[in-house]
Structures are given as C-alpha cells and as structure tokens.
C-alpha cells in the first residue's frame, strides 16, 4: 500500500522561505508531484519530478512559482522535496504530495492516483 506523509509545513512572513518533505516507498520509482489548495478554490499544481532512473530526474513546474520553488528528490531518504523561496501570500494553501503510477511528469491532479494528508503552510505579515 503507497502511504505518503508530508512535513515542513508553518506559518511565515512573506518574503521568507520553507522546505516540504514527501516521504513515501514508492517515490524513487516513480512521478511525484506537489498540489497545493487554498480555501474555496481549486487544487492547483505547483511541481512535478520524474524518477533519477527516467529522463536524469526531469521536472516541471506550475507558471506561479516557476523561478522561487525547486522540487529534488534524495532516493537514499524516499524523499522529495519542495523547496519554497520568497514566499508570498498567494502561496498561502494545503499542499499535498501525490504520486503517480507512471514515471513521466504531469501537471494534471487526476493523473496522481495516491495522495497524502498535506502539509500547512501560511505566508502572512
């Protein structure tokens, strides 16, 4: 059974950074994104890498964050990560790690098929 657990979720001022942590067995296997979703909106996509083993570890990001977040992976750890720099309140939001069945990249959420419980993270002054 695919169990992924976030982490690294808070509350900071715009302007400051956070790291996310997706921990989970299956995701040095296969695609991994990050979604994120603010209250009374639509999930929205936020980064997406492929496995080391396909395409060098390829990845993709949501036009909003393109330039100030980078997602990695550390396969020894299981992990992938989120890395968050200046923060804005548009940022504020629930994000989840997903995994996928596959291992090419998608930005779409249903192309995710397991999903874990999310991570808060809040950027306010």
């Known amino acids: 059974q695919v169990q992924l657990r976030e982490s690294g979720g808070g509350s900071v001022q715009p302007g400051e950074s956070l790291r996310l942590s997706c921990i989970g067995t299956?995701?040095?296997?296969?695609?991994v994104g990050w979604f994120r979703q603010a209250p009374g909106k639509e999930r929205q996509f936020v980064a997406s890498i492929a496995p080391r083993k396909w395409d060098g570890g390829s990845s993709i990001y949501g036009n909003s964050v393109l330039g100030r977040f980078t997602i990695s992976r550390d396969d020894a750890q299981s992990a992938v990560y989120l890395q968050m720099n200046n923060l804005k309140p548009e940022d504020t939001g629930m994000y989840y790690c997903?995994?996928?069945?596959?291992?090419?990249?998608?930005?779409?959420?249903?192309?995710?098929?397991?999903w874990g419980q999310g991570t808060q993270v809040t950027v306010s002054s």
């Open positions: 997903a995994q996928r069945s596959g291992q090419l990249t998608r930005s779409v959420a249903s192309e995710y098929g397991y």
């Open positions: 299956g995701v040095r296997d296969y695609a």
